[in-house]
Nanobody
Framework: QVQLVESGGGSVQAGGSLRLSCAAS????????MGWFRQAPGKERERVAI???????GYADSAKGRFTISQDNAKNTLYLQMNSLKPDDTAMYYC??????????????WGQGTQVTVFS
């Protein structure tokens, strides 16, 4: 059974940083794509960053230059380092995983989310 558990959210002042973590268990597919998504109240879900099993990454324009996605395969953990945070980054952040490389992955597995609040 695949399980994704996010942590690391919280409240931070604009300009600050947070690092989100996603502990994955029961996921053995290769290749795979994992990603961070976010959804703010009243807004559609947005894909923030993705990474595949080869380490290739992709970012939303809103995240480029500020966020970094990475993975520690030994720990089965996905990370999202977020710097220079803005109030617009306030959202629930979700970790997700899917089979295959990112260009064709369907995200079948989702975590429960972790809240990020950025105040000015």
């Amino acid at each position: 059974q695949v399980q994704l558990v996010e942590s690391g959210g919280g409240s931070v002042q604009a300009g600050g940083s947070l690092r989100l973590s996603c502990a994955a268990s029961g996921y053995t597919y290769r290749p795979y794509c994992m990603g961070w998504f976010r959804q703010a109240p009243g807004k559609e879900r947005e894909r923030v960053a993705i990474i595949d099993s080869d380490g290739a990454t992709g970012y939303a324009d809103s995240a480029k230059g500020r966020f970094t996605i990475s993975q520690d395969n030994a720990k089965n953990t996905l990370y999202l380092q977020m710097n220079s945070l803005k109030p617009d980054d306030t959202a629930m952040y979700y970790c997700a995983a899917g089979d295959g490389y990112c260009y064709r992955a369907v995200f079948d597995h989702w975590g429960q989310g972790t809240q990020v609040t950025v105040f000015s």
